[in-house]
């Protein structure tokens, strides 16, 4: 059927985002894009020691050693740190604030990891405030009391500029595995179809764990990445390294 030039368009197209909507959209995808300064691309999360070890030869393996990295180590951890932290800035519970910041900067396991999540969570509030100033914000910052690291830091900001959390945590999660697979395409090295594929078959995983990470308190934190997290540790005294972490 064809439609006239003074006919309504049919409401499936007139539908559209509201503008508070639309900027959430682009600050997310401008805050947490590759090209975000934050330093990302020199951290590797300990995926550099896992395949000078033979933990990671290929895209199968990098796959699943990210699958149990996101559902059961450090980025279901994160998850649940951004979402406490955003429900806490949004209500501002300094109280609250500080405990969450403080438990967040000591739940990580290295000194490498340490580096790597306070330096990129500094890097992300300095850069977020300068070109997006907000009311609240220092006040905010200072309720934390010291070091933010990256998922306190972006729960922060996605608060004070009232970005809805569910989607702040699946676009943070899935930014977080979109980095990993970035190290470990490098270091396997991997083409960039391979990078695409497993992009694409963790799509439910980052759901699942976002969904998980919504609904968690502070007592379901906890990790079962051993692995993971001794490749953290034995990449601090790693020889030849090509990254930070």
Partial sequence: MLMTTSEPAPAETRRGMTDDEAAALYRLMTWLSPSFPVGAFSYSSGIEWAVEAGDITDAASLRGWLAAMLADGS???????????????????????????????????????????????????EIARAAW?????????????????????????????????????????????????????????????????????LELDVAATAKRALEASLDDLGSATFRADLASLRHETQYTRLFRS
């Fill in 75 to 125: 980025g279901f951890c994160d998850g649940v740190f951004l979402a406490q932290t955003h429900r806490e800035a949004s209500a501002r519970d300094d109280g609250s604030l500080r405990e969450i910041a403080e438990l967040a900067a000591a739940f990580v396991p290295s000194r490498e990891r340490q580096l790597e999540t306070s330096t990129q969570g500094r890097a992300f509030i």
């Fill in 133 to 201: 100033a907000h009311d609240g914000m220092d006040a905010l910052i200072a309720a934390c009391g010291g070091a933010i690291v990256y998922p306190v830091a972006v729960g922060l900001v996605s608060a004070a500029h009232e970005i809805p959390l569910a989607p702040a945590m699946h676009v943070f999660l899935h930014a977080l595995v979109s980095n990993w697979i970035s190290a470990g395409s490098r270091l396997v090295p991997l083409g960039q179809t391979d990078s695409q594929r497993i992009l694409a078959a």
